[in-house]
């Protein structure tokens, strides 16, 4: 999968994905990452890529020129991966969902990292083709958010995880957060693994992790179960049997 990054900052971004399994990915063609420096679009010896808001206010913005420049650059020179994705903490949050669809769009994407008071509106009007954040939150700069985003949907893409079944099992795969996971020593500081996971009996061990699901879910992020609609009837009866009456009253299951 193609993806390609646009950044003042294009160290940052590539020595980050030089390593662990994006630098695997890389290196095994699974990832061809293409991280292009936003100063290439610049003109003048100081390659500037900002200036003082109109209307004033305090910081500075990225000029839409630089930026239409480097994008178009690229789109000639060897094509674009479309969508290209502005990070802002305006965007559409960036969650499990979006990171599918990207893992399976073919075609890959683009992401374009803001600095500063973010860019002109209309490299958002006229250039991109959506816009991302990561959370409700201000970063600095683009540059962690696209990471986020490129690490999260490329351990999706076949090949790159060395478990391919690790990636299904996980926190919101199915709606719900993961169950508490266990390694050696059985026993650390006194502190001891629940006894069912050493039991070798797989069919008690699902329940168990079923159940920690799905209480870890309820008490931490009870608006994920609301968002897939709730908890079934199996479940609740699960939970009734756990003894975890309390937690159910407590989200309006009696
Ligand atoms: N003044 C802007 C924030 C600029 S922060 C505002 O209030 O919306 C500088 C840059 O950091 C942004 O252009 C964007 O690329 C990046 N950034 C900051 N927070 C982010 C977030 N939560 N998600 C994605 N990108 C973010």
Redo the contacts with the bound molecule.
């Keep these: 999968m193609r993806v390609d990054v646009f950044t003042i900052f294009p160290a940052l971004v590539d020595d980050f994905t030089r390593l662990s399994l994006l630098g695997k990915a890389r290196k095994d063609g699974a990832l061809d990452l293409r991280v292009h420096d936003l100063r290439d679009g610049a003109g003048g010896r100081h390659r500037s890529v900002d200036d003082a808001p109109f209307g004033g206010g305090p910081?500075m913005v990225?000029m839409p020129e630089p930026i239409f420049a480097a994008v178009e650059g690229v789109q000639e020179r060897e094509g674009l991966p479309r969508p290209l994705f502005?990070?802002?903490?305006?965007?559409r949050t960036?969650n499990q969902e979006i990171a599918e669809e990207l893992a399976n769009s073919t075609s890959g994407f683009s992401l374009?990292?803001?600095?500063?008071?973010?860019?002109d509106q209309r490299v958002c009007d006229h250039l991109v083709d959506g816009v991302?954040?990561?959370?409700?939150?201000?970063?600095?700069?683009?540059e962690v958010?696209a990471l986020a985003v490129i690490e999260a949907v490329s351990r999706l893409l076949p090949g790159v995880m060395g478990n391919d079944e690790s990636s299904g099992v996980e926190s919101f795969s199915d709606g719900l957060l993961e169950y508490p996971q266990y390694t050696r020593p059985a026993e650390f500081r006194g502190w001891t693994v629940p006894s069912i996971l050493l039991s070798g009996d797989h069919q008690r061990v699902d329940r168990w992790r079923r159940v920690e699901s799905l209480v870890r879910t309820l008490r931490h992020r009870p608006d994920l179960v609301d968002a897939r609609g709730g908890l079934t009837r199996e479940e609740v009866e699960m939970l009734v049997e756990e003894g975890e009456v309390e937690l159910l009253a407590e989200r309006g299951y009696t």
């Design positions: 910081g990225f502005l990070l802002s903490p305006g965007g960036f374009l990292c803001g600095r500063y008071e973010g860019v991302l954040s990561v959370g409700d939150y201000v970063l600095s700069g683009g958010a």
